[in-house]
């Protein structure tokens, strides 16, 4: 996996915090390497965790609010700039009640305007329907006929729900080295203060960096963050 600085990153995610879990040491290597990094977020990560007659309140607007925030700080631990971060705040955890061509062409519309040359989004297995119906949105938004400036496209794995599709596991095929910036994703991740809990969580510290060891042992590296390549162009 070789970036250039050239290269443009569109991290597709679905909830704020999904980005740090999934790519966030290779966010922070891409943006010390001065490459372009986009991030949107499709749905917002609150309202699930309440009754529906409470999702439209002043106290969940305020939680939505609050949890935008923290991803902005953890963005800019990162290095990614605040113009280059979107909230569409669809309802967490009911985008199967949404129109699959407007998730689709969301995503569409952000990849015509950034033009890509990587694409990270979730893994097709997971176990939050979300991330689910984003890889399948994904895949329908960057169908390759007139997006020749797209050259990967790469799934992530998201702790708390990757590795709980027991049947499914994630499928590393492709690892990248955060030695170097493990620590920014930490620090990241910190910033979502009711987001990560205390081990053995497995949005804790420490199996955060338990994974990070993991994946590093498969690939011969001190820390690494694990994906799925799922289609590469290469041109002559």
Same mark, same amino acid.
């Given at each position: 996996?070789?970036?250039?600085?050239?290269?443009?990153?569109?991290?597709?995610?679905?909830?704020?915090?999904?980005?740090?879990?999934?790519?966030?040491?290779?966010?922070?290597?891409?943006?010390?390497?001065?490459?372009?990094?986009?991030?949107?977020?499709?749905?917002?990560?609150?309202?699930?965790?309440?009754?529906?007659?409470?999702?439209?309140?002043?106290?969940?607007?305020?939680?939505?609010?609050?949890?935008?925030?923290?991803?902005?700080?953890?963005?800019?631990?990162?290095?990614?700039?605040?113009?280059?971060?979107?909230?569409?705040?669809?309802?967490?955890?009911?985008?199967?009640?949404?129109?699959?061509?407007?998730?689709?062409?969301?995503?569409?519309?952000?990849?015509?305007?950034?033009?890509?040359?990587?694409?990270?989004?979730?893994?097709?297995?997971?176990?939050?329907?979300?991330?689910?119906?984003?890889?399948?949105?994904?895949?329908?938004?960057?169908?390759?006929?007139?997006? !020749?400036?797209?050259?990967?496209?790469?799934?992530?794995?998201?702790? /708390?729900? =990757?590795?709980?599709? +027991?049947?499914?596991? &994630? %499928?590393?095929?492709?690892?990248?080295?955060?030695?170097?910036?493990?620590?920014?994703?930490?620090?990241?991740?910190?910033?979502?203060?009711?987001?990560?809990?205390?081990?053995?969580?497995?949005?804790? !510290?420490?199996?955060?960096?338990?994974?990070?060891?993991?994946?590093? /042992?498969? =690939?011969?590296?001190? +820390?690494?963050?694990? &994906? %799925?390549?799922?289609?590469?162009?290469?041109?002559?």
């Amino acid at each position: 996996m070789n970036f250039e600085e050239k290269d443009k990153v569109l991290i597709v995610a679905a909830h704020p915090d999904d980005d740090v879990l999934g790519c966030g040491g290779t966010i922070a290597f891409l943006r010390e390497k001065k490459i372009k990094v986009r991030v949107v977020f499709l749905a917002e990560g609150i309202s699930a965790r309440y009754l529906q007659k409470d999702i439209g309140s002043f106290k969940v607007k305020k939680e939505i609010d609050y949890r935008n925030k923290c991803a902005l700080k953890a963005l800019k631990i990162l290095g990614v700039n605040k113009e280059e971060i979107f909230f569409n705040n669809y309802q967490c955890l009911n985008l199967d009640q949404i129109s699959f061509l407007d998730i689709t062409k969301t995503i569409e519309k952000q990849v015509y305007d950034f033009m890509p040359t990587n694409i990270f989004t979730h893994a097709q297995n997971d176990v939050n329907n979300d991330h689910t119906i984003i890889n399948k949105a994904m895949l329908a938004a960057t169908r390759p006929f007139d997006k !020749i400036f797209l050259k990967n496209i790469y799934s992530f794995e998201i702790l /708390s729900s =990757s590795e709980w599709n +027991y049947l499914n596991a &994630f %499928n590393a095929n492709c690892f990248f080295d955060i030695s170097k910036t493990l620590k920014k994703k930490i620090l990241a991740i910190k910033a979502y203060k009711k987001e990560f809990k205390k081990s053995p969580h497995p949005r804790s !510290i420490e199996t955060i960096k338990a994974l990070a060891t993991f994946r590093g /042992s498969q =690939s011969g590296l001190k +820390y690494a963050e694990s &994906f %799925n390549l799922i289609r590469s162009i290469k041109k002559n």
